[in-house]
């Protein structure tokens, strides 16, 4: 080997090593994506409380069921009452022991809870009254209360269940008194609200008085209704307190 193609050789060797030296590396490829988390799953259905209040009543007298629920998208309650909001109070008033199921619904699952209304038997009947001192009329307006309403309201209240109660005993002893005796429930409001809207509204409050009354026992050929809205009020002074007195069911001597 001449020295010139010695001298060639090594030029191309140094070539080659320049060329490799220089050629780009492939980068490695990169990582796959992490997988997205899997959602949270939905919250059970909790039920707070579900309760009746008393526990154990008379036939005839009102008892309140009181529920809260939560991550519940459907609330039911049996017996007739269905649908109702997670947080709710309601009167019911069974004739015999009861018990009321609720039933709560999401996309977390279900629940249930169970309130139990015992109804205790009947006392013994009461001893034939002494004959009495007054007249029908004068013992409706001295024995029978007004019913009063929240403002724009036609239910009654569980505040006015006891006087309910109270009312409904003195008309059985007014009816046995006179059997031909009738009773006109009139319905008043405040004199907020047209004439018009308030004739409707005092309709109801009558209606849902005399309902309540047959419930408990009142005959319902006994009870009449009225509506007199706004145009009898008791009061005309334009403060709360003599609205909340206007707003009533009151009690006259049937017509």
């Keep these: 080997m001449t020295k010139r ?14 060329a490799a030296s220089c050629k780009k590396k492939t980068p490695p490829p990169l990582p796959p994506p992490a997988p997205a988390p899997a959602p949270a799953p939905a919250n059970k259905p909790v039920i707070n409380y579900f309760t009746a209040e008393p526990t154990t009543i008379s036939s005839g007298q009102p008892a309140s069921l009181r529920w809260s629920v939560t991550d519940a998208t459907n ?46 038997a009947p006392p013994p009947p009461a001893p034939t009254p002494a004959p009495p001192t007054q007249t029908a009329a004068q013992m409706l307006a001295s024995q029978v209360q007004d019913i009063h309403f929240e403002y724009d309201k036609s239910e009654i209240g569980p505040e006015q269940q006891s006087i309910l109660q109270t ?5 059985r002893t007014i009816f046995s008194m006179d059997p031909n005796f009738t009773v006109t429930i009139e319905g008043h409001c405040d004199e907020r609200g047209s004439a018009e809207y308030n004739i409707g509204l005092g309709d109801r409050r009558a209606a849902a008085t005399r309902d309540a009354l047959v419930t408990m026992g009142i005959s319902s050929d006994k009870l009449k209704t009225i509506s007199y809205g706004k145009e009898r009020p008791l009061c005309t002074d334009a403060t709360e307190d003599c609205y ?9 001597a049937g017509q």
């Design 167 to 171: 009312d409904a005993a003195a008309l």
């Design 75 to 120: 609330v039911q309650i049996d017996n007739g009452i269905g649908q109702v909001s997670p947080n709710g109070r309601r009167a019911v008033y069974p004739t015999s022991t009861t018990d009321y199921h609720l039933t709560a619904t999401g996309p977390g699952g279900s629940a249930d809870a169970t309130a139990t209304i015992t109804v205790s």
């Design 5 to 18: 193609r010695a001298l060639l050789l090594l030029f191309s060797a140094f070539l080659l090593i320049l």
């Design 244 to 252: 909340a007195r206007n707003r009533r069911a009151h009690f006259s």
